[in-house]
C-alpha cells in the first residue's frame, strides 16, 4: 500500500484508512431518518446540560446518573441495529457477554480500587502531607464553567496518560490488550486489561475544589461526548462537532490496524487537544486490532501484560549474562 501523507506521516501503509471527512460515507435514507442521526449528538448533549443545571436536588445525585447512563447505552446499543456504520462490526453473543463482563468489572472491581488508591485519593493524601488545601476559587465560578473545566482538565490528563502508553514499553504493555479489539461498539471502551483501565481513569480533580453539582454535569457531558468513540453507528456528524470533540471515525483510525494510524486521536473527549499538538487525524478505518486482527480471549486479556513483562525482563537478564536462547543453542549444537 502506497499510504496517504497527513503532515510529516504517511499513513494507511500497512492497512486501509479513509482520510478526510469528504472521503466518509454518509446517512442514506428519507428526511425523518437523515434529520435524526445528524442532530441526535447534539440534542443528547445539550438536553442532558439542562437536566442536570435544572434537575431539584432530590433526583440530581450519582444514582440518577447511573441509570441514566445504563437506558442511554441501552438506546445506542438499539441504534447500532438500525444504522450500523459497519456491518463487519455487528455484535454477536460471544462479544455482547465478554463486553457485559468488563462493563461489570468496571462498576465493581476497579471502581473499588479507585476509591483508596485513585487519583482523588492521592490528590487528598499529598494535600495532607503537603498541608495544603484544595483551590476553592472554582467555587466561584460559574457551574456550567465548572462543569467544563472539570471534563476538560480529566480530559487533558487523560490525553497524556493516552500517548504515554502508546510511547512507553511498561505502559503499553497493559494498553496494548485494549487494542486487540476487532469492532467497536457502544460497550467497547470498558474491554481492556484491569491495570491499563485504572490508570486512564487517574486525573487531577482531586486537587480542585468544585460544586456537587458541577461534577455531575460534567459527567453528563462527558458521557453525551465520549461514548461515540466505541459504538456501531453511521452518523452525520456536524462539521462543529467533530471539529471540537472526538468521534468514532476518530477513534476507529486510532484502533487501526495500520500503525501510524493507531498513533492519533489521544484524547477521550476533546479532540481539539490532539489538534493543539498535532496528532489529530481525521478519518476512519474498519479494519481493527493488532496481528492481522487476532483476537483475544478474557483469560490472555487478563494475564497478556504480566507475561510480556516476565518475558522482557527474563530475555534481557539473559542477555546480559550472555544466555543465549534455547532455539540458538539446538541450531548451534
Not at 150 to 179: K, T
Not at 274 to 291: I, K, P, S
Request: charged share 15%; proline share 4%; net charge positive.
Amino acid at each position: 500500500m502506497d499510504g496517504i501523507r497527513v503532515g510529516k506521516r504517511v499513513i494507511g501503509t500497512q492497512a486501509p484508512v479513509t482520510i478526510g471527512w469528504e472521503n466518509i460515507p454518509k446517512v442514506e435514507g428519507g428526511p425523518v431518518k437523515l434529520f435524526f442521526f445528524t442532530y441526535f449528538q447534539p440534542a443528547v448533549l445539550f438536553g442532558l446540560i439542562l437536566f442536570w443545571y435544572y434537575a431539584p436536588n432530590s433526583i440530581a445525585k450519582a444514582s440518577t446518573a447511573v441509570w441514566i447512563s445504563v437506558v442511554f447505552k441501552a438506546v445506542l446499543l438499539g441504534l447500532e441495529w438500525v444504522n450500523p456504520r459497519y456491518r463487519s462490526w455487528q455484535l454477536t453473543w460471544k462479544e455482547l457477554v465478554t463486553d457485559l463482563f468488563y462493563v461489570g468489572l468496571g462498576y465493581t472491581l476497579i471502581k473499588y480500587i479507585e476509591i483508596y488508591a485513585g487519583s482523588d485519593a492521592v490528590a487528598d493524601y499529598i494535600q495532607g502531607y503537603l498541608h495544603v488545601g484544595k483551590l476553592d476559587w472554582f467555587l466561584g465560578l460559574p457551574i456550567l464553567v465548572q462543569a467544563f473545566l472539570i471534563s476538560f482538565i480529566f480530559d487533558f490528563g487523560q490525553y497524556w496518560m493516552h500517548r504515554g502508553m502508546h510511547n512507553w514499553y511498561p505502559l503499553w504493555l497493559p494498553h496494548s490488550v485494549h487494542h486487540y479489539i476487532t469492532q467497536l461498539n457502544v460497550n467497547k471502551g470498558s474491554v481492556g486489561n484491569p491495570l491499563e483501565l485504572f490508570l486512564i481513569g487517574l486525573g487531577m480533580g482531586g486537587f480542585f475544589n468544585f460544586v456537587p453539582r458541577a461534577f455531575l454535569l460534567a459527567g453528563a457531558m462527558t458521557m453525551a461526548i465520549s461514548v461515540y468513540q466505541h459504538i456501531n453507528v453511521r452518523f452525520n456528524t456536524p462539521r462543529w462537532w467533530r471539529y471540537l470533540f472526538n468521534t468514532v471515525e476518530h477513534h476507529s483510525l486510532h484502533h487501526s490496524r495500520d500503525f501510524e494510524a493507531s498513533r492519533s486521536n489521544f484524547s477521550n473527549t476533546y479532540i481539539f487537544i490532539d489538534r493543539m499538538f498535532g496528532t489529530c487525524v481525521d478519518g476512519e478505518a474498519e479494519l481493527l486490532g493488532m496481528e492481522g486482527g487476532r483476537r483475544m480471549s478474557v483469560r490472555e486479556q487478563m494475564t497478556y501484560p504480566y507475561l510480556q513483562a516476565f518475558k522482557t525482563v527474563r530475555r534481557k537478564i539473559r542477555k546480559r549474562l550472555g544466555i543465549q536462547p534455547a532455539s540458538v543453542r539446538s541450531r548451534v549444537s
